[in-house]
């Protein structure tokens, strides 16, 4: 689900998290997220946007299919 999120289009985890409303946890979200970015799957887009608490938060983005090819050459990739 955080994945399918991320292919429509960037989004910080706060973002993440009010889409997934009810369907996950916030804690649950994050943590998908970031076993996305150390699968290759997810990266830091390089943008920052302000949350609802002023706070500059990192935008995620998923990663293209060339750039997984890219990233992971030589290695098998589990279905995450």
Do not use: C, K
């Not at 399918?4 to 960037?10: N, T």
Request: aromatic content about 2%; cysteine-free.
């Amino acid at each position: 689900e955080v994945l399918a999120l991320l292919r429509q289009r960037p989004r910080t985890d706060e973002e993440i998290v009010a889409s997934l409303s009810g369907q996950m946890s916030a804690s649950g979200a994050r943590t998908r997220r970031a076993e996305l970015v150390r699968a290759g799957l997810v990266r830091d887009s390089g943008h920052r946007r302000r949350g609802a608490t002023g706070r500059r938060m990192t935008v995620w983005a998923a990663v293209g299919p060339a750039d997984i090819l890219r990233t992971n050459r030589g290695r098998t990739l589990d279905t995450v």
